[in-house]
């Protein structure tokens, strides 16, 4: 009994061992060049911000119609995830809905940023809320917990709920840039909801609710609140009078070639830019 | 050897093979949860991530007592509610229940354990947060401790009840008989002999409790309101604790993960670190007790 036991112990560790082993050394070096990622092939992968996503797939199918015998894949996983994948070349091309940060520029210096189109950030309120108007500095104050009640807000004596994205989400770090600046913080107590559509349900089913979301979710069920008497539609954003606007990128690592510039090429063509301007999104041509 | 020795030997191998297989996976598991930690620790500081209630991965601040706080609030909240339904629940099916009503009852409290846990958020989201929300106080989003100790409790029912009841079956009939002979009612037979005698069974069915508690994701995403903040009374009244919005150490990692890179991932893996230990102290005091149960058992 007490051989085989001391023999268990012995495979087991050995296995340990070489799994660490495997571990360590099949790790890739991130940051390694690409030089063409889609390498001929007819299969382009997608990852990244999922307020691109749905935008993303819709581009791929009439890619796809178009282009017989060419994949493409797209998946979510977050604007922080587009970059990494597109920096490492785990996917051909990345997807951010935020500006590309400095430390990742450093980290990833042959990213290339190709802006697709232009989204709005929309300040949505619950629809009983009788507050329709706000400047940036009180939406900041508001979020950073400076200003909790209403009532200094022209409306109710009522608390304000805050509600927002969780850390890394794109939507939030293009909030906290255009928005919140250098130095306010997202107070703590805001309720986090992981994604555009829950931040919409919550807003609109807690009386008394503010968030902001993506203008492609926006719905009667929340109401806009316009920014120094401009209300967060797509004209209003074209135009640069709506303040809160943001880049939605497609990232790859070096030059695009092959197959993924054909479909770059695409999304920027009228037919690709048409559909951007039907899912609610502001054109970049 | 013979063919039926061959045959018998083949049979013990591969049963012991998947056997060590399984303790492999748990190994490898912590192992790797582990190490994929282990810059976290070193880079922010065990006492930084253990003891600080600040989590702003953005302004790397990587302090995670305020999700332990949660994520214990909310089992014990779960546990003050959900407990005694579960207790009383098992108490009737092993004692009091005829058996036609234990084979409908019996299957309807274990198909609790069979809902997926988004259901139970998107119930808990839907139904119980707009009821939370009722309370006026100050504050109250209905998103917090309360709801997600309700939606908890429910779904921790049914562990606790089957193991609680199968305690109560184990206590020797003659540990009745013998209470019933000297005229104490039913009720004082349950109370003051059956309960004592299953109390380690009891007891370990509570702690399994808490360990499902500690582990859930789902659900409590959906109506804990995920912020980082020690929970704490909204008003004079110390029950309003309960109406205070939270983050579970579970909740954190599911939210995050997506987006995490660098010190940020692995900051979550510590999260995992913490919570694999807590969940492990849970399982091993319930292992411990039972064994303590088994030996009562044995000595009778």
Redesign the interface.
Known sequence: MKNISKSVFLVVSLILVAAMVAACGGSSTPGAPVSDPSGGNSTVTVSGSTTVQPLAEKLAEAFMTENTGVRIDVQGGGSSVGVKAAGEGTSDIGMASREIKESELIEFPNLKIIVIARDGIAIVSHPDVNVGDLTIEQVRDIFSGKITNWKDLGGEDQNIIIVSREEGSGTRGAFEEMVMGEDALIAATAILQPSNGSVRTTVSTTPYAIGYMSFGYLDETVKPISIDGVAPTEPNAADGSYPIVRPLNMLTNGEPAGMVKAFLDFILSEAGQKLVVEDGYIPVK | MSARMIADKTVKVILFASA?VS??IV??IG??IF?ESIQAWSEIGVGDILFKT?W????DQYGILAMIVGSVSVTLGAILLGVPLALGCAIFLAEIAPAGVQAVVRPAVQLLAGIPSVVYGLFG??IL??LV?KLNV??N???GLLAASIVLAVMILPTIASVAEDAIRAVPENYRHGSLALGATKWQTITKVVLPAGKSGIIAGVILGVGRALGETMAM??VI?????MPQPLSDNPLTFFLS?A?TLTGNIA??I????GV?ESALFATGVVLFGLIMIVNASARWIIRGQKFIEKAN
């Open positions: 060590i303790i492999l190994l490898a192992f790797f190490r600040v702003r991965p953005g302004q989201m839907v947060v707009p929300r100050p504050g989003s209905g998103y995403i959906m309101g995920n912020s980082v903040i919005q983050r939210v995050e997506n987006y995490a890179t940020h």
